[in-house]
Every structure is written in structure tokens, then in C-alpha cells.
């Protein structure tokens, strides 16, 4: 398995522009969670989804942040429209149901609005 | 609640050094625990895991052991290395929940 795949891996946009995040996570994990990390607030989980539905998005910072999973191998972050703070590095992971399984992260994307 | 408290980077070692990130937990309910280490530019990658009390997870070198008593999953090595310079999260997951709950994290720096 090739694992979670994120793109882009770096993103470099001016403040106010649509940014889209793609992820697709490994095949047969049934939960999909997006995490934002950066220096000052450190990992912070933005949302889950669970079989494709949206289970607690509670940590959306605002509006300007959706999140859709259309199927069970894809899911977006959308942010419109970008502001300079939300620069930071944007992590997709996966995982089975259960406790004791833990994620898998993607590589991440590095956003950097201007 | 749910709650992992890690000690406070920068932990930093000469390599070879012992290596000991202290992390204890709280729980409602019965926790799976993790350490999870980030390479500079990379994601979180599993280190290694323990399901139930008294298990000793392991890999690359690392060990931690699930301390029920004590409520903690310290991560040790016995001989860093400069390619273990990353951060540690020490996380945990209790049935009934989808979600991780992490640590914030210790950055291990080893110099040569």
C-alpha cells in the first residue's frame, strides 16, 4: 500500500485565493482525520469523518474551513478565503475502527499564504 | 477527560546517550497507547504501541512499557543515535472513540 497520500505537498497562495487539499487515504481504513500543526498551537485535529460521514468538526477554526469525503477514497479541505494565519502544515491520516490501531499520517502539506 | 502529559522539550543527548521522554496519561477507560516520532518534514509515523497493562511495546531500538499503576508509557533507547533527532508524541485511544488523543510533543536533539 502506497499509505495516506496528500496533495499538494507545498502550497503557496495570496491571502483572500480558494486553497483545495486533497487526500486519499489507505484503502480499507474506514476513518479519515484531518490535523493542522504549527509552532505556537501544535497539532490540533480540525475534523473526523467516519464512514464518509462527518463525525465531530468541532475544531474547524470558522466558516472559512470545509471538509467534504464524497467517497470512501477521497476527502478535501477547503479553505475560502485564505488568510496569512492559516499558514501551516496540513495532515490527512487513516485509520481502522478500534482502539488499539492508531493512524497513518500523510506527508502533510505546507501552506503558505501571503 | 482524556489527557496525555509528555515532559518539555528540547531534550538534548550525545550520541550514544540514554534516552528517556517521560509521558503519563488519563484515562476514562481502558487505553491503547502509542509513541509516534516526526521527522523534520515529514508526518507522524507509529513508533511503537501497547495494548494492555504491563505490555512492552517496541522498535528500531525504542521500548516503552505500559505502567497501569503508574499511569505512564515512558519511551527509553539505550543508545541514541543523530538520525533519532525528531520529535516524540506520546498518544493514547480508548475504546468507544475514534479519536487519538496526543501528547504536544518532545523534540529530541542528538548531537554527534
Known amino acids: 500500500d502506497a499509505g495516506v497520500i496528500q496533495s499538494p505537498r507545498h502550497e503557496v497562495t495570496e491571502m483572500g485565493q480558494e486553497v483545495t487539499l486533497r487526500c486519499k487515504p489507505i484503502s480499507g481504513h474506514n476513518s479519515l482525520f484531518w490535523y493542522r500543526q504549527t509552532m505556537m498551537r501544535g497539532l490540533e485535529l480540525l475534523i473526523y469523518f467516519n464512514n464518509n460521514v462527518p463525525i465531530d468538526d468541532s475544531g474547524m477554526p470558522e466558516d472559512r474551513f470545509s471538509a467534504k469525503m464524497p467517497n470512501a477514497s477521497f476527502s478535501t479541505l477547503k479553505i475560502q478565503p485564505s488568510e496569512p494565519r492559516d499558514s501551516a502544515v496540513y495532515f490527512c491520516?487513516?485509520?481502522?475502527?478500534?482502539?488499539?490501531?492508531?493512524?497513518?499520517f500523510g506527508s502533510g502539506t505546507r501552506l503558505t499564504v501571503v | 477527560g482524556n489527557s496525555v502529559t509528555q515532559m518539555e522539550g528540547p531534550v538534548t543527548l550525545s550520541e550514544e546517550a540514554f534516552l528517556t521522554i517521560n509521558c503519563t496519561y488519563t484515562?476514562?477507560?481502558?487505553?491503547?497507547l502509542f509513541w509516534y516520532v516526526q521527522y523534520p518534514g515529514e508526518g507522524l509515523q507509529l513508533l511503537l504501541k501497547?495494548?494492555?497493562?504491563?505490555d512492552k511495546g517496541s522498535n528500531k531500538g525504542f521500548e516503552a512499557t505500559y505502567r497501569k499503576e503508574t499511569t505512564s508509557f515512558h519511551l527509553e533507547k539505550g543508545s541514541v543515535q543523530v538520525s533519532d533527532s525528531a520529535v516524540y508524541f506520546c498518544?493514547?485511544?480508548?475504546?468507544?472513540?475514534?479519536?487519538?488523543?496526543f501528547g504536544k510533543g518532545t523534540m529530541l536533539l542528538v548531537s554527534p
Open positions: 501497547a495494548t494492555k497493562a504491563d
Open positions: 491520516a487513516s485509520s481502522t475502527s478500534g482502539a488499539g490501531h492508531g493512524y497513518t
Open positions: 498518544a493514547l485511544s480508548v475504546s468507544g472513540y475514534s479519536t487519538l488523543t
Open positions: 484515562a476514562t477507560g481502558y487505553p491503547s
